[in-house]
T-cell receptor, first 113, second 112 residues
Framework: DTEVTQTPKHLVMGMTNKKSLKCEQH?????MYWYKQKAKKPPELMFV???????INESVPSRFSPECPNSSLLNLHLHALQPEDSALYLC????????????FGQGTRLTVV | QKEVEQDPGPLSVPEGAIVSLNCTYS??????FMWYRQYSRKGPELLMY????GNKEDGRFTAQVDKSSKYISLFIRDSQPSDSATYLC????????????FGEGTQLTVNP
């Protein structure tokens, strides 16, 4: 089973709202990732968690706050977003060693109004 | 210069054609190579994964890597309308897990 599950599939939020995106995998992977994808562009890395610790933050604004409660779950907390943050947010997982296969979820399509 | 360059689309072919998709890269630290297929408004689906120069075949798909030329390809034989999607090449280093660097993607349409 190579499934990464993301919820919700769609989210519309106002600029003053607080919301969370959730990601779950049961492949025993110890590395999990958040990517952001704008229309007709490739995914851009936001955060990397390795063994439940944040190892990479690609200079993402603080209105995005990641959390890894355990080895199967990854959250992305959103607060005071801007309309330009509207995008497809993708979660991925892999083994933490270099260059192993990475599997993506179906994404959460976020619209900020 | 981008680390990964991917031939721009869109690419339109008739059903049954052989499709060739290509990427070049400039950073020799990339040692792992993946091809993803992404349907509209969906997450990327891993198609092929390889780490050595040469060919790897899986059904109608063949991934080719030439590390000396820093060039990778994906061939699709007997293309089907269901292959219509965006194809993304992605690369990873030996450290940092699977932190991926993507090409821009090639949009492929296979016409019945």
């Amino acid at each position: 089973d190579t499934e990464v599950t993301q919820t919700p599939k769609h989210l519309v939020m106002g600029m003053t709202n607080k919301k969370s995106l959730k990601c779950e995998q049961h492949m025993g992977h110890r590395a999990m990732y958040w990517y952001k994808q704008k229309a007709k562009k490739p995914p851009e890395l936001m955060f990397v968690y390795s063994y439940e610790k944040l190892s990479i933050n690609e200079s993402v604004p603080s209105r995005f706050s990641p959390e890894c409660p355990n080895s199967s779950l990854l959250n992305l907390h959103l607060h005071a977003l801007q309309p330009e943050d509207s995008a497809l947010y993708l979660c991925a997982s892999s083994q933490p060693t270099g260059g192993t296969e990475a599997f993506f979820g179906q994404g959460t399509r976020l619209t900020v109004v | 210069q981008k680390e990964v360059e991917q031939d721009p689309g869109p690419l339109s072919v008739p059903e049954g054609a052989i499709v060739s998709l290509n990427c070049t890269y400039s950073n020799s630290a990339f040692q792992y190579f993946m091809w993803y297929r992404q349907y509209s408004r969906k997450g990327p689906e891993l198609l092929m994964y390889t780490y050595s120069s040469g060919n790897k075949e899986d059904g109608r798909f063949t991934a080719q890597v030439d590390k000396s030329s820093k060039y990778i390809s994906l061939f699709i034989r007997d293309s089907q309308p269901s292959d219509s999607a965006t194809y993304l090449c992605a690369m990873a280093r030996t450290v940092g897990g699977s932190r991926l660097t993507f090409g821009e993607g090639t949009q492929l349409t296979v016409n019945p």
